[in-house]
């Protein structure tokens, strides 16, 4: 009975990431959908102004309350690492593919991993380093510099991938005084605030259609970051993680059908070693620490 039980509750893990990974492929295809007509800065604006509205519950007690100067400055940090996160994101999606936007994303939890050992003095074991080591040729593969010329979308998403891990090694260390909850929309809170002046800056009067479609961004992603939270709770790391793959595949062929992007298959090739080193990480934490330290890809989505 209890083996039932667990194999019902890995199933129904299984069946929440594989709701989180279409939630966050129709988040990339929706902003891959805009084409860049609105600058990336205040695209990146309004899809946060609005997901604000669904944190509004969590947002207004915790205000009230207050924080200490400490932890406002982590808020602000954290803040400010963001916005350069989701600008960066936005415009990677406007210029490169889906495909590759959703393979160099595969960077954020190495970044996080290598990140917690040189910040916080996590310890960096031989294995742990050697699928590093094998992320970053999986990396490599997907860039192909000097095998091709790289677009400037190439070098964006990269920097995306630093900044998504810097801020989430931030959260971490909020995460340990702060409610999750909280910690999620003072993130949204910081990071409208802080994009206000710089899509101001570049304003372009959006059509309704637009904001719109930045709505449905917002929503996607809220409810992807709610179903990877029941599938984190359903099942263990262990079981989703893997399920995370499969974004790959969904972002290939929605770049193919959609998009009429090119299939390139070293992308695949590239982004199935990430994702199996990133895997490997994250059964080795759950064996030695009985949780995963190493957040899975979806976490660190817009």
Known sequence: MQMQSDTRRDLIGIGWMLATGL???????????????????QAAFIRFLIGLVFLIPALVPALRRGFSPQIWGLFVGRGALHV????????????????????????NPIIVTIGAALIMGERLAARRIGAIVIALIGALIVL???????????????L?????????????????????SVVVAMMSLTVS???????LAAWVPPTWGQVGWLGLVAVFATLGHYTM???????PMTVTQP?????????SLLGVLVFHEPLDGWVLIGGGLMIGAISYITFREARLRGRAVTPSVAATKV
């Not at 095998?147 to 998403?157: A, C, M, N």
């Not at 399920?243 to 972002?251: N, R, S, T």
Request: glycine share 8%; with cysteine.
């Open 144 to 158: 192909r510099p000097g095998l091709r010329e790289l677009d400037p979308g190439h070098l964006s998403q990269i």
């Open 193 to 199: 605030i802080g994009l206000a002046p710089i899509a």
């Open 23 to 41: 939630c966050f492929v129709a988040v990339n295809g929706i902003v891959r959908g805009l084409d860049g007509a609105l600058p990336a800065s």
């Open 84 to 107: 350069v996160a989701v600008i960066a994101w936005f415009y990677a999606m406007s210029r490169i593919t889906v495909a590759e936007v959703t393979a160099i994303g595969f960077l």
């Open 229 to 235: 939270t029941r599938a984190f709770a359903a099942a």
């Open 160 to 180: 995306a991938s630093v900044a998504f891990g810097a801020s989430y090694l931030v959260a971490k260390r909020i995460s340990d005084q702060v409610p999750a």
């Open 243 to 251: 399920v995370v793959f499969l974004q790959l595949v969904w972002a």
